[in-house]
């Protein structure tokens, strides 16, 4: 391959992942081509990208970014899983479409710059929460201690008021209220 090429790869690569933090790593080697489309297409419609790339111009390339974890996954026919809205939601829908096609291997995955690799690394991804289901797990965790205060308090009048309205109703009735002693 020529120097020109090799160039034009890397700008390339810059492109598609200079912004990239998070990504997945798979190899597609065995997969029949209507599967690979189909394979493809269940990824794009939910705006996950996939990318064949040369492992040596890529780990090139990642040298000194977030991506540069993926060096021990880079090796064998290896595509780059990006986009979406994180790289969790990337394995979650790996980890369901190796369902459908098997030969799809999961060779691993980045998540700030900590590397998860081989299929077990991606299932164990897979069941991290996303962003926005950490950021309401977190809000919950600010809000529970809030509500059971506010609950704590409205409990003694509430059961004040349920009294007030029992002694209310017996003497509407023209009952007696027993005296408590």
């Known amino acids: 391959m020529s120097k020109t090429v090799k160039t034009m790869i890397l700008q390339d690569y810059t492109e598609r ?28 419609e939910k705006d996950i990208s996939v990318t064949i790339i040369r492992n040596s111009l890529a780990k090139r390339q990642f040298e000194g970014t977030a991506l540069e974890a993926l060096a021990p996954v880079l090796s ?4 780059l899983t990006y986009g979406g809205s994180s790289v969790v939601e990337i394995a979650r829908e790996l980890i369901e479409l190796i369902k459908t096609y098997p ?12 590397l998860f690799e081989g299929e077990a690394g991606v299932e164990a991804l897979s069941k991290f929460p996303t962003r926005e289901e950490a ?37 509407e009735k023209g009952e007696t209220i027993a005296k408590v002693g």
């Not at 912004?19 to 189909?38: F, K, L, P």
């Not at 609950?151 to 029992?166: D, E, N, Y």
């Open 17 to 44: 992942f200079g912004a990239e933090s998070d990504v997945a790593v798979i190899s597609i080697r065995g997969v029949e081509a209507n599967d690979n489309n189909a394979f493809r297409a269940s990824l794009r």
């Open 76 to 79: 064998g026919p290896s595509a």
């Open 103 to 114: 030969a799809i291997e999961l060779k691993g995955a980045v998540l700030d710059g900590q």
């Open 135 to 171: 950021l309401s797990q977190t809000v919950q965790l600010f809000l529970s201690p809030a509500s059971k205060l506010v609950s704590s308090m409205v409990g003694p009048g509430r059961k004040v008021a349920s009294l007030v309205k029992t002694i209310e109703e017996k003497l």
